[in-house]
Structures are given as C-alpha cells and as structure tokens.
C-alpha cells in the first residue's frame, strides 16, 4: 500500500455484484439489504451483504473494501453497482451530506 | 515474604475486548460494546461452524461463549453473524502494536497473542501521566479514538501481576483497567477459590491441588514449596511463586527452544478411513512442512507421525490415537520425507477411522548442498533436488496453489481448500 491508488468504478462494481450475486439466492421471508459503511477509523467504505430470514439470525457477508475517502469515487462505484442490481442499499455513518455529483441527500 | 530482592518494574498487559467480533463491528459502523455480534468460522474441519469470538453483548444476552458450536447459537433475529477474516484481524494487531511503540521502545514491546500484549513500561510511563493508570486510560482512548476498539489493561509490577490484574479485576471492572501490586497482592488473589480462573492453571492442575488440600490460592501461598516442589516438580515452585505474585523472568533475555523443530497438523474434515485418502494427505502435509523447512535452508534427521483417531473408531484398548517417529538420513527431499512418513503409518495403522493428523520434523541441520547416496543413480538425486527447488520458486512467486500435485485433486485431498485459510479459519476475501 502507499502512494495513490486509482480506483476503477466498473471494476470494483463488478467484484461487488460477483461476491453478492452468490449469495443472493432469492428466498421467500428473506431480506436481502447492501450495507455501505463509511468506516472512519479505516478511512474506508466498507460493502457487505446483509441477509435477514425472518425470525433467523441475521448474517452479514463481506463484500469490498473501498480503500479511499472520496465520495465521489464511492457515488460511481454506487451508480455502476445499482445498474447491476436493484437490492436495496443502506447507508451506514454517513451523517447528513449530500453526493457530491447528483447533489441528493445520502440516505 | 520479603519482596524487596524481587524485580519491582510496571507492566501493562492490554488485550483487546472480543478482538475478533469489536474488529468487524467497527467495520460495521457498530459499537464493539453494544452490538451482538458471533464470528463464526465455517471451515470444512469446524463441523456446523464453531463461534471464534461472540460480542460482549452476545456473551450477556444469549450466553454465547467463544468455541460454542453454531447449533448451540440461538436462532435470533437480533444476532448478526458473520464469518471470520483472519488477515484483517492480523492487519489490525499490526496497528495496534504501532500505537503502544509510541509509549515503550521496540524492546519493551512484546505481543503475546493476536490480541494481547506485554509492555514493560518500567522505564517510560512518567512521561505520558502521573499514574499508571491516567497512561493506561490515555493508551485505552488512544486506541478507542484512532480504531474504534475497547482494549483492557492489566498493570503489575510484573508480567504476571499484570496478566492476573487483567483476568481477574480489569475485565470486570468499570473503565477496564485493574492493578495489583505486591503489597495488594494476597488481599486481591488470595480469597480465590475457583483455581482453574487464575491463569496457568488448567483442569488437571486444579484437581491435583484439590487432591492435596489446596483449594483456594491462599492454601496455595501457605503450603511448604518444598513439599509442593517434590508432589509436582518444577510446576510446583512455579504454582508457589504465582500464588505470591513472584515472576523473576526478564522479558529482554528471551530463552530459545532447545531444539527447533517443524510441525504441522490438521483435523480433518469428517472421519478418513480409506487408506489411499489418508496417505493423500499425510503426503500434503508432509509437503507443506517440509518446504516451510526448507525455507529456513535445513534438513531433517527425524520425521514423526501423529495420529488421531476418530470417535468411532478409538482402539479396544482405549488409545485415542498414535505417535511415531523414526531417524532419517538428514535430507530435505519431499519424497524422501513422505516416504518415511508413510512407511510409520504403514506399520502402525490398523484399519482405524481417524480424524487428525500431525507430522514433525526435528534433528535439524543446515543443508550444505546435497549430500549425494552411493547407492542411488547420482543424475536422478540431483535432478530430484532440483525440482524441489523449482517447485519451491514458483510458489514462492505465484502462490501455494501455482502448482500442485495432481494427487491432490483426487478424494480426500484437503491441500487446495486449506491453501486459502488463515491459522485454520477464512482469511477474507482476497482482492480488499
């Protein structure tokens, strides 16, 4: 590690909808959520996988790990990953702020 | 007793509160002391799954200890369960020792396990407050500020004072710190009664001293030594020095093992009883060992074999498995190794189901080249050796997995799903 990483959106779209797609199995009384935390002793965002069955223990799957703190780069990853998958993601430690290209409020 | 001859310095032994589980809350955007959190490893060779670490919050609600079984974790929406990442764990151990360099020098640091750490603060805490405890607290918020993790710290004037303060009083203690001193040693340790609590004395320790009359830690630290010396030898005067606090050893002054060796084992996945399977992996894990040898540029004079019978399938006699070893010709060849290895298993297998095996290599030397056999083709020994060698390179460069015995894809083989884990368990995903 060290120096700059240049992150590819695409690319690491792409890695996070391979890890997630094999474990989204589609199951009756199940929820399936993408939890994207804003990780700020690691300087990161941090992708996982949430799985809920009701009245079952909840599971929550690594994914990815952005290695940056710039929010646009994660606004691209977040659009490049949503032309993949409709799961629904949940934004975890993100205060009140707003993407910085599309200006809405990060919920 | 009189201290005054003893070494009065002051350690800190911190761990890290649920390491594991904090670690992944945090990653989680969670707070280590609130969530409920089990990481559970789903290793081919854990059965249904085996908790590594549970959250504080998972242990008091549910009961959850570390190394219960998935089917002893109550089925509950509120528990999240995930699986274990051993390189992120190792990552974060890394930082955390970087911080505690900030408070000792190098050679005064020195980490214990993957969570824990001694620090020998003899000379440096007065430069950071005007207690020890107001620099454990200063360390605690260090860590809580910069990595979101709770760490507990025990302070003695000793290694082992400080490893009983932390057991004993800081874990349950409001701000997670606790002290013992010489002085407030026997008022602290010595009403305890439930021995197997106190560190270095496990189940069969406890029951010999209930045997003999000892059953709390006072009656520890009244019994004659000597006496105590000649019933448990050596254990004994080091189970005394424990009940009054006395630790003489010099962190700085590490002792070497008398003699280095290899070792590898691993529990298998479900009973083996087919003996081509079983050979299968003896011969991987004999590999594996030996190139990790090899590394260090040594040869061995002895192999050993250890054998650990499946439930099932435990010997009339009662056995519940074998150890063997025998004397080689020094050497650091794979097939030479594996050959030894498998002729032990030969002799002394007989037809059992088994569930863990184990190989050692010791009588170790420095390789000087090879030594060539007179009654071996010499073009062939040199080639074997060179292929060894090569073997060694390419993986060295691309991998465990670059290239492998075509053996081990056969059943049985346990190499290729093992070459991913970390100390047994998930290392993560790979590209993070």
């Given at each position: 590690?060290?120096?700059?990483?240049?992150?590819?959106?695409?690319?690491?779209?792409?890695?996070?909808?391979?890890?997630?797609?094999?474990?989204?199995?589609?199951?009756?009384?199940?929820?399936?959520?993408?939890?994207?935390?804003?990780?700020?002793?690691?300087?990161?965002?941090?992708?996982?996988?949430?799985?809920?069955?009701?009245?079952?223990?909840?599971?929550?799957?690594?994914?990815?790990?952005?290695?940056?703190?710039?929010?646009?780069?994660?606004?691209?990853?977040?659009?490049?990953?949503?032309?993949?998958?409709?799961?629904?993601?949940?934004?975890?430690?993100?205060?009140?702020?707003?993407?910085?290209?599309?200006?809405?409020?990060?919920? | 007793?009189?201290?005054?001859?003893?070494?009065?310095?002051?350690?800190?032994?911190?761990?890290?509160?649920?390491?594991?589980?904090?670690?992944?809350?945090?990653?989680?955007?969670?707070?280590?002391?609130?969530?409920?959190?089990?990481?559970?490893?789903?290793?081919?060779?854990?059965?249904?799954?085996?908790?590594?670490?549970?959250?504080?919050?998972?242990?008091?609600?549910?009961?959850?200890?570390?190394?219960?079984?998935?089917?002893?974790?109550?089925?509950?929406?509120?528990?999240?369960?995930?699986?274990?990442?051993?390189?992120?764990?190792?990552?974060?151990?890394?930082?955390?020792?970087?911080?505690?360099?900030?408070?000792?020098?190098?050679?005064?640091?020195?980490?214990?396990?993957?969570?824990?750490?001694?620090?020998?603060?003899?000379?440096?805490?007065?430069?950071?407050?005007?207690?020890?405890?107001?620099?454990?607290?200063?360390?605690?918020?260090?860590?809580?500020?910069?990595?979101?993790?709770?760490?507990?710290?025990?302070?003695?004037?000793?290694?082992?004072?400080?490893?009983?303060?932390?057991?004993?009083?800081?874990?349950?203690?409001?701000?997670?710190?606790?002290?013992?001193?010489?002085?407030?040693?026997?008022?602290?340790?010595?009403?305890?009664?439930?021995?197997?609590?106190?560190?270095?004395?496990?189940?069969?320790?406890?029951?010999?001293?209930?045997?003999?009359?000892?059953?709390?830690?006072?009656?520890?630290?009244?019994?004659?030594?000597?006496?105590?010396?000649?019933?448990?030898?050596?254990?004994?005067?080091?189970?005394?020095?424990?009940?009054?606090?006395?630790?003489?050893?010099?962190?700085?002054?590490?002792?070497?093992?008398?003699?280095?060796?290899?070792?590898?084992?691993?529990?298998?996945?479900?009973?083996?009883?087919?003996?081509?399977?079983?050979?299968?992996?003896?011969?991987?894990?004999?590999?594996?060992?030996?190139?990790?040898?090899?590394?260090?540029?040594?040869?061995?004079?002895?192999?050993?074999?250890?054998?650990?019978?499946?439930?099932?399938?435990?010997?009339?006699?009662?056995?519940?498995?074998?150890?063997h070893s025998c004397r080689i010709e020094p050497t650091d060849n794979v097939q030479a190794i594996a050959a030894a290895l498998l002729r032990?298993?030969?002799?002394?297998?007989?037809?059992?189901?088994?569930?863990?095996?184990?190989?050692?290599?010791?009588?170790?030397?420095?390789?000087?080249?090879?030594?060539?056999?007179?009654?071996?083709?010499?073009?062939?020994?040199?080639?074997?050796?060179?292929?060894?060698?090569?073997?060694?390179?390419?993986?060295?460069?691309?991998?465990?997995?670059?290239?492998?015995?075509?053996?081990?894809?056969?059943?049985?083989?346990?190499?290729?799903?093992?070459?991913?884990?970390?100390?047994?368990?998930?290392?993560?995903?790979?590209?993070?």
């Amino acid at each position: 590690m060290g120096g700059i990483v240049l992150i590819e959106p695409k690319q690491e779209a792409d890695l996070i909808y391979a890890r997630l797609a094999e474990w989204f199995t589609a199951q009756w009384h199940c929820q399936y959520r993408i939890d994207v935390v804003n990780d700020q002793y690691g300087q990161t965002f941090n992708f996982f996988m949430n799985i809920q069955r009701q009245h079952h223990r909840a599971r929550s799957i690594p994914l990815h790990t952005l290695r940056t703190t710039d929010l646009a780069v994660l606004e691209q990853v977040i659009r490049a990953l949503q032309q993949q998958t409709q799961l629904s993601l949940n934004f975890v430690n993100f205060g009140r702020v707003r993407w910085p290209v599309s200006q809405r409020w990060i919920h | 007793m009189d201290y005054q001859n003893e070494p009065h310095g002051l350690f800190f032994m911190i761990d890290n509160k649920s390491f594991y589980a904090s670690v992944e809350s945090a990653a989680r955007g969670l707070n280590p002391l609130r969530s409920v959190i089990v990481v559970m490893s789903e290793a081919d060779n854990t059965g249904s799954g085996l908790v590594l670490a549970a959250s504080p919050m998972a242990k008091k609600l549910f009961g959850i200890s570390n190394v219960s079984r998935q089917y002893e974790v109550p089925d509950d929406p509120r528990i999240l369960v995930v699986p274990p990442r051993m390189n992120l764990y190792i990552q974060e151990n890394l930082k955390i020792n970087k911080i505690f360099r900030e408070y000792v020098a190098d050679s005064d640091l020195f980490p214990y396990s993957i969570d824990e750490s001694i620090l020998d603060m003899t000379k440096s805490w007065r430069l950071f407050g005007s207690t020890p405890e107001q620099v454990a607290r200063r360390i605690q918020l260090r860590i809580r500020r910069e990595m979101g993790l709770y760490t507990t710290v025990g302070i003695g004037e000793n290694p082992v004072q400080a490893k009983l303060a932390l057991d004993l009083q800081a874990k349950h203690d409001h701000e997670l710190i606790g002290r013992l001193t010489y002085e407030s040693f026997p008022r602290a340790i010595w009403p305890i009664t439930n021995l197997e609590s106190v560190w270095s004395i496990g189940h069969r320790t406890a029951a010999h001293l209930q045997r003999l009359g000892i059953h709390s830690m006072r009656d520890l630290a009244m019994v004659n030594p000597y006496e105590l010396r000649a019933e448990m030898g050596l254990i004994g005067a080091q189970l005394f020095a424990l009940a009054w606090g006395i630790d003489r050893s010099q962190l700085h002054q590490l002792r070497l093992a008398k003699e280095k060796s290899w070792s590898n084992s691993q529990v298998l996945p479900r009973d083996y009883q087919i003996q081509q399977e079983i050979e299968l992996v003896i011969r991987e894990i004999g590999q594996q060992t030996t190139s990790r040898m090899r590394h260090h540029h040594q040869q061995a004079g002895c192999v050993s074999l250890g054998i650990g019978l499946a439930r099932t399938g435990e010997a009339d006699d009662g056995r519940s498995g074998f150890h063997h070893s025998c004397r080689i010709e020094p050497t650091d060849n794979v097939q030479a190794i594996a050959a030894a290895l498998l002729r032990l298993f030969r002799q002394h297998w007989e037809g059992q189901a088994i569930r863990n095996i184990s190989v050692g290599l010791s009588r170790l030397n420095t390789s000087r080249g090879l030594q060539l056999d007179i009654f071996q083709e010499p073009h062939r020994q040199i080639k074997n050796e060179r292929f060894d060698r090569v073997i060694d390179e390419l993986r060295d460069k691309f991998g465990k997995t670059a290239v492998i015995p075509a053996s081990s894809l056969m059943p049985g083989g346990t190499m290729l799903r093992r070459a991913a884990l970390v100390g047994g368990h998930n290392g993560g995903n790979s590209f993070d």
